[in-house]
Nanobody
């Protein structure tokens, strides 16, 4: 069983940056798509960004394109999310997730395609 542990959340002023890390243990995730999702109160969980197993292809929600960058370092079984120019609407709990199936990008934006989840880390950007 895989354990995903996120770190890096907190309270940050609008316009500033945060960087998340997601460290995996128990199984390699180097052959799977990894994603970051977020959920705000009253909203559905949504994909923020995803990255293929090689790290060569990334997917982003329109709301974060140009501001957020997902990356991975397979040798450390770790995925990162760099968040720049944060906005109040980025306030949410952020979750790291690993895909169920190896070498599969289909439906990368769908949370039900991921079966490994971290506990989440909160980001608050006051307005």
């Amino acid at each position: 069983q895989v354990q995903l542990v996120e770190s890096g959340g907190g309270l940050v002023q609008a316009g500033n940056s945060l960087r998340f890390s997601c460290a995996a243990s128990g199984r390699t995730l180097s052959n799977r798509v990894m994603g970051w999702f977020r959920r705000s109160p009253g909203y559905e969980r949504e994909l923020v960004a995803a990255i293929t197993w090689t790290g060569l292809t990334q997917f982003y929600a329109d709301s974060v394109k140009g501001r957020f960058t997902i990356s991975r370092y397979n040798a450390k079984n770790t995925v990162y999310l760099q968040m720049n120019r944060l906005k109040p609407e980025d306030t949410a709990r952020y979750y790291c997730a690993g895909r169920s199936v190896q070498y599969d990008t289909s439906g990368y934006e769908r949370s039900e395609k991921y079966n490994d989840w971290g506990q989440g880390t909160q980001v608050t950007v006051p307005s």
